[in-house]
Every structure is written in structure tokens, then in C-alpha cells.
């Protein structure tokens, strides 16, 4: 119990989610004590199920989806089933911790087996590393499918969640809650998106008022540009949420998309650790910021390949009223959203992910043709866009020339360039074949 009322916030609590790789085998859980020992503060921990020990791994969710599909498919779990305790009972026997865990083991292998649900079985590896890591760090042990609450319509319940969430923990002094599930009305469990871990260890922040949420995993933070595309880009000291989206958005992620909102309601920060390199200070999420590093301006590089363009022209377009939205309600009729409208005057093209017109692009020229009568429509694909992001533009001069000078110097054509009024951003699209040395020219020219 906590003894005295004070505010939370005073009492400058920690919340800190381990993800799978820290907490794969029992090593990493010693690992993950020491860090949680070294600061009191820290008061709340969320751990996710064990992942990959070594490349080529099993998972523990990846196990226990794999058990639900047998048994609906008629099948025997039993040799999959195993697995998953010997993972457990490794840990157990390694860390020497006083728990028997097999009565779990056979309650949760027969409502495996009867039906539970899909979400009841993946939810099972958080619950069950949760059980060992209270027991193992001495804290209170809490189910969150009495306190994360998710509506009949299987959307989350944000403000009963924090409600109920709220008033439990004033309860405990310290607690484990495990990630990725929470329950329905009606008492079944059911799980966030893949890694949804994060998204607990927010709602838990949240909360408690927490002063930071500490959210460890294995890499050092959020990267400049992707490392398999820029060698040893160098790690983002601090990010506001709005850049975070812009850079996620565009395929940089570490942490799942949804996390940011329940502490960003809150203005809590984010803070990416590593739990291999504890010593290393990480990334901050923060809501605002305008202080950048001047020496590089930008925040960090992100893009995708995979984008078509639809270019359209007609004269006297511009005179035209409502063209541009017959144009975009074309597309809209075929459920796709656009992601670029850069327009000339008598020119404009809609940038579009090219997956997502795979089986409409025909019905969609068709209705442009029929709508707008334009002198000639094209559809060109192979495009990738990349954006450079950075809270730093706004002040500093000469940003989208460097981009370009970056670009053309390394003899790329640039098909299009967008820059929002909000000076977050600027994006480019060049042609797929160019993509990776263009994120190199443009990483080297802020960067070196
Ligand atoms: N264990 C779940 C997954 O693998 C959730 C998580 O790790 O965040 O997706």
C-alpha cells in the first residue's frame, strides 16, 4: 500500500516496459532486475512474453497463435504446448525463483483447448512472464483484464480503463502488469495489435501520472535513417510525437503506433532504452520541443518504396471549379486515400500506394475520364517517397535546398517535392531503382 496520498507525479514515478527480447531467457531477466533495482522510482514495470533468444527463435506468442490454430483445426497441442513450458520452466530454474507454475500450465492448455479465443491463448505469454517476474522482483502481481477494458465493439476504452487502472494502483507501491491484453464486457480477453505491450506500458503511465515511461527494448533509440540503408546512422537524442508519426508513418517504427496516445494525452515522455546497454541514454519522446541540434537540423530520414502517380492534365484547368475534388472523390468511390496532391496549374497528380489501387486502378482512371474530361490521364509506378523530417526546419534556412543539392548532386531525378505548411517535413519521390542512394546523399549531407 501506498502510505501517504500524495500526488503521484510528486512521487516522480517510473514506468518501464521490457519487450521480448529483454526478457528472452534468464539472463535478460537479471539484466532487467538490475536496471529496475537501480532507481527506485521505478515502481510500475510491463513486460512483454519472452522473444527470440537467437536468430531463427520461436517467440512465445508466435507459439501460443501457433497452438490456437491447432486445436481449432482439430489437432493435438500437446508437442507445441511443451515447448512453451520448457521456455518458462528454463527461466524459472535458472533464476531459482520459488514458483511452481504448472497448474497455470494445465488451466491454460485445456481452455486452449475448449475454445478460449484466440486473444485468450496469445495473451498467455505476457501473463505467464509476468507471474515470473513479480515473483522474481518481488512486486505485486496485477491481472490487467479486471483494469484494461475494451468496448463491445472491440475498441479500447480508454477512460473507464484509466479509471479502474488509476484507482488499483494507488493500491500497490510496486507492481508487474503484463502487456498486450486487456478484457471485453463480457469478461473475454482480448489482446491489442502485435506488440501492444507498448501500448500498456502508455495506458499504465498514464495512469499513475508517471513522471517518464521508460520503454526498454535492444536498440539504442530511434535511429537517423535505417540501418540496413545508411551504415551506423547515428541515434535521435530527442523527438517530438508530431515528428515521431511523421518518421513512423513512413516505415521507421521501434514502438507500436498506437503507444504514444495515452501518454501523449498526459504529456508524459518517452524514453527508448536499451536493456544491453543500460548506460546508454536513449531516445526522448517528448510532446514539444523547439530545440534542435543545429549542426544537423534534421531529426532523421525515413521513406517506402511501392507508390504510384496519377498525373492528369487539362487546360484551363486551374478556371475549373471543383475539379480537384471530382478528381479525389474518383478515388475515394474506390475506398483508397491519397497520400500526395502536388498540382501545377493546369497539371495534377495524386500519389497513391500502389498495392492499395492493385484491382481499382482501371475503374479509377475510368471515373477520371468520365468526371473531369481531361486531356490526358497517365499512371506511372515504381515511385518511392522520402521524408526528411525535422522541428529544426522551421528556423533554420536553406533545409529543402540542401535536400535537393544532396539529391542531384548524387545524379537523381526528383519527381516530386511537397513541403507542408506545418515546415515538419519535406518529402521527395524519386524513381524505386534510386531510393537507397538518395537516402544516403540526403543522410551524408546533414550528417557526414
Ligand atoms: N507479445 C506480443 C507480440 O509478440 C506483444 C508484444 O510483445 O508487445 O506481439
Redesign the pocket.
Known amino acids: 500500500m501506498i502510505s501517504e496520498n500524495r500526488d503521484a507525479a510528486e512521487l516522480g514515478i517510473k514506468v518501464l516496459k521490457f519487450?521480448?527480447s529483454s526478457l528472452a531467457d534468464a539472463e535478460q531477466f537479471r539484466k532487467v532486475k538490475s536496471i529496475i533495482e537501480s532507481d527506485p522510482a521505478r515502481r510500475y514495470v510491463v513486460p512483454?512474453?519472452p522473444?527470440k533468444r537467437f536468430s531463427g527463435d520461436d517467440?512465445?506468442?508466435?507459439l501460443l497463435y501457433e497452438c490456437y490454430s491447432i486445436s481449432v483445426s482439430g489437432g493435438e497441442i500437446d508437442s507445441a504446448f511443451e515447448k512453451i513450458i520448457e521456455r518458462y520452466n528454463d527461466i524459472v530454474a535458472s533464476l531459482g525463483v520459488d514458483l511452481d507454475l504448472s497448474d497455470e500450465y494445465v488451466h491454460i492448455k485445456w481452455s486452449i483447448m475448449h475454445h478460449a479465443g484466440r486473444d485468450y491463448a496469445?495473451s498467455r505469454?505476457?501473463y505467464l512472464n509476468g507471474k515470473i517476474l513479480a515473483a522474481f522482483i518481488g512486486y505485486d502481481f496485477i491481472d490487467p483484464a479486471a483494469f484494461i477494458k475494451f468496448r463491445d465493439d472491440g475498441v479500447f476504452d480508454a477512460e473507464m480503463t484509466n479509471t479502474l487502472l488509476s484507482a488499483e494502483l494507488k493500491h500497490h507501491e510496486r507492481a508487474v502488469i503484463p502487456?498486450?491484453y486487456g478484457s471485453m464486457p463480457n469478461g473475454t480477453i482480448k489482446?491489442?495489435?502485435?506488440?501492444?505491450?507498448?501500448i500498456?506500458g502508455s495506458i499504465v503511465a498514464r495512469a499513475v501520472v508517471a513522471e517518464i515511461y521508460e520503454n526498454w527494448t535492444d536498440v539504442d533509440g530511434f535511429l537517423m535513417a535505417d540501418p540496413r540503408i545508411v551504415p551506423h546512422p547515428k541515434v535521435i537524442e530527442t523527438i517530438t510525437y508530431r515528428e515521431l508519426r511523421e518518421l513512423s508513418y513512413m516505415g521507421a517504427g521501434v514502438l507500436?503506433e498506437d503507444a504514444t496516445f495515452p501518454v501523449r494525452l498526459a504529456g508524459i515522455p518517452i524514453n527508448i532504452r536499451n536493456t544491453n546497454n543500460p548506460d546508454a541514454r536513449g531516445t526522448m519522446i517528448v510532446p514539444i520541443t523547439d530545440k534542435y541540434d543545429p549542426k544537423t537540423v534534421i531529426t532523421g530520414i525515413a521513406g517506402k518504396k511501392g507508390f504510384s502517380v496519377i498525373a492528369i492534365e487539362k487546360d484551363m484547368m486551374n478556371s475549373e471549379t471543383g475539379f480537384g475534388r471530382k478528381v479525389l472523390e474518383a478515388i475515394e468511390k474506390e475506398g483508397v486515400s491519397f497520400e500526395h496532391l502536388p498540382s501545377g496549374i493546369d497539371t495534377m497528380s495524386v500519389i497513391l500506394n500502389t498495392a492499395e489501387i492493385a484491382e481499382s486502378r482501371e475503374r479509377i482512371i475510368n471515373r477520371i475520364c468520365s468526371t473531369v474530361e481531361p486531356d490526358t490521364v497517365a499512371v506511372e509506378d515504381g515511385l518511392a517517397i522520402i521524408a526528411v523530417v525535422g522541428r529544426g526546419m522551421i528556423k533554420a534556412k536553406g533545409t529543402a535546398f540542401k535536400v535537393l543539392k544532396a539529391v542531384s548532386e548524387a545524379d537523381i531525378n526528383i519527381k516530386m517535392i511537397d513541403q507542408g505548411s506545418s515546415e515538419l517535413n519535406i518529402i521527395i519521390a524519386v524513381d524505386e531503382n534510386d531510393f537507397n542512394r538518395a537516402l544516403v546523399a540526403i543522410y551524408n549531407e546533414f550528417v557526414g
Open positions: 519487450g521480448g512483454s512474453a522473444g517467440k512465445v506468442t508466435d496469445a505469454g505476457e502487456g498486450f489482446t491489442f495489435s502485435r506488440g501492444g505491450s507498448d500498456t507500436h
